[in-house]
């Protein structure tokens, strides 16, 4: 199984991702770290990316949870993944991709990106991240938490849901967590 923290920037991507994969005793792949250098500039300068320059980062990010899921039976990604060919993209790993959307609202995204020191992304990029999110459907086996929970919370409800979607298909490999 391949889970998918997705969502906007200054969501909680990594943190979520983190804290969840040590629960499930899965590999963490953080997305950002598969960046091209060009694309890291880009972002730097406050300029949003298109479809072309996510392209090679996205498969960048499939290679590597396949190879991944190839030795472990669950590995979590942080990755914006904000459109449906994005997601459909990283289906392209051959697991089970199972999406956990965190969600929230502009004003606590932006109250976040404020105080985020350090990263490649600025808070200007907000609202192209926002414009450009397409929330995941029916059919993508996905939740969508609310990042105003603490991260605890969101890890029990991302857990519960990774459980029930699991075992709710008998033909689906059940995960084991600890």
């Known amino acids: 199984m391949i889970v998918v923290v997705m969502g906007v920037c200054g969501c909680g991507k990594t943190t979520i991702g983190r804290m969840l994969a040590d629960r499930l005793d899965a590999v963490f792949i953080e997305g950002d770290e598969l960046h091209p250098a060009g694309n890291k500039d880009k972002m730097a300068a406050g300029i949003p990316l298109d479809d072309k320059d996510r392209e090679p980062w996205l498969d960048a990010i499939a290679e590597r949870a396949a190879r991944a899921s190839s030795d472990v039976p669950c590995v979590v990604v942080s990755c914006s993944a904000l459109k449906r060919a994005y997601r459909d993209r990283l289906r392209d790993a051959g697991r089970d991709l199972k999406l956990v959307h ?8 932006q109250a976040r990106m404020n105080e985020r020191r350090g990263h490649f ?3 200007g990029l907000l609202d192209s991240q926002i414009a450009t999110l397409e929330v995941p459907q029916p059919d993508e086996t996905a939740i969508n938490l609310d990042v105003a929970e603490q991260p605890d919370a969101i890890v029990e409800h991302a857990l519960a849901f990774l459980k029930h979607s699991t075992s709710s298909n008998p033909n689906k490999q059940k995960e084991t967590q600890s």
């Open 102 to 109: 965190l969600t929230g609202s502009r004003p606590l995204l």
């Open 121 to 123: 992304m600025p808070a």
